[in-house]
């Protein structure tokens, strides 16, 4: 990133944060992605992302 945001500035910035979030949202922890409810987007998955919902609504949606 210091190489990249030397040599081309800002431009530098923003290829080396596409690098990294592209390399970020390919891993695995446990066969699980690492931004799982967020990278493959379903819907359904997003109740939980900002704000936490609580048990019994989540009960009345059903699993997906």
């Keep these: 990133m210091l190489f990249l945001a030397g040599s081309l500035g ?3 910035i923003v290829l080396g944060f596409l690098g990294i979030m592209l390399h970020v949202t390919s891993l695995r922890s446990f066969g699980v992605l ?3 409810p967020i ?3 379903k819907l359904a998955a997003w109740k939980d992302v900002l704000t936490r ?3 019994w609504a989540k009960r009345s ?3 997906n």
């Design 10 to 12: 800002l431009y530098g």
């Design 34 to 36: 690492y931004f799982s």
């Design 39 to 41: 990278a493959p987007f």
């Design 53 to 55: 919902i609580p048990v």
């Design 61 to 63: 949606w059903g699993n």
